[in-house]
């Protein structure tokens, strides 16, 4: 039967360590290597409700995107906010894997597929670190007609924007919290940026710039790497179910 360390591998080889960003944690963060594993459950964090599913589903894996462990611990108990979960998991004998800014950057990533997912052909990083990507629609849209296209693919309840009077073209996208992403999506010639978690800041900045920005909410800009994760996994580990959260998605409310 496969176990955690075969699937850790695997994710290893998608996304590998070595390309995480310094201040990131991403990896095999908690439970025994020698797991065995017939049903993983994959799900962009590792929330409460998360741990709840994973028990009542039988998973004995969850794979996420963001880390279950940010920082040193020096205690682990019930005492302290945001233990309990990490509690229930050891537990319950669930191991989780996380793959954080190694998959954001990695060849088929998570902005591989965010790009892919808008209509564009990817051309490639627009920033140092390798995260964003850039590329080019077939066809020049209105702003108005792009904001639709990506509320339908985001799976979103609504965006925010700003409308710098351009047609969307040129596009650069980085999923997750990715203000600061904006003067290189601008430098690069793009006249459309496509992120989340924006800043009031960065939205004036935007507006100096003369470049449309879209805040598209960092769950549904991320998200649509976790399907794909489930269906290489599948691929690989045919004998192992690889479910999708059914309980954890977009947080944010429009009223």
């Known amino acids: 039967m496969n176990t955690v360390k075969d699937i850790f591998e695997k994710l290893c080889e998608i996304a590998p360590l070595e390309l995480q ?4 944690n991403a990896g095999f963060l908690i439970g025994r290597a020698d797991t065995p594993v017939e049903k993983a459950l994959l799900s962009l964090d590792v929330t409460d409700d998360v741990v709840t599913e994973a028990v009542e589903r039988g998973a004995r894996l969850i794979v996420s995107h963001h880390p279950v462990i940010w920082v040193q611990m020096k205690s682990l108990t019930d005492l302290k906010p945001g233990n309990e979960k990490i ?3 050891l537990e319950n004998g669930i191991a989780v894997i996380s793959m954080h800014t190694n998959l954001d950057i990695a060849e088929g ?9 808008l209509g564009a052909e990817n051309e490639g990083p627009f ?3 390798g995260c964003g990507r850039k590329g080019r ?6 702003l108005e007609a792009f904001l639709a296209l990506c509320k339908e693919k985001l799976n979103t309840r609504g965006l925010r924007y700003y409308d710098a009077g351009r047609t969307v073209e040129h596009i650069a996208v980085l999923g997750g919290a990715g203000g600061s992403g904006l003067i290189g ?8 940026y496509v992120t989340a978690d924006v800043k009031y800041s960065v ?3 935007a507006r100096e710039l003369g ?22 996994l599948s691929e690989a580990f045919p004998d192992t179910a690889f479910l999708i959260s059914e309980r954890h998605d977009q947080t944010a409310r429009f009223f």
């Not at 960003?21 to 990131?24: E, V």
């Not at 629609?137 to 209105?142: G, V």
């Open 21 to 24: 960003l310094d201040y990131d």
């Open 87 to 89: 509690l229930r998991l």
């Open 109 to 117: 990533g998570v902005n591989d597929v965010l790009i892919s997912l």
């Open 127 to 129: 920033d140092e670190e």
């Open 137 to 142: 629609l077939q066809k020049a849209m209105p």
């Open 185 to 192: 999506a601008w430098q690069a010639g793009c006249d459309t």
């Open 203 to 205: 939205f004036l900045q």
């Open 211 to 232: 470049i449309n920005l879209i805040d598209g909410d960092h769950f549904c800009t991320e998200n649509p790497i976790i399907s794909v994760l489930a269906r290489k």
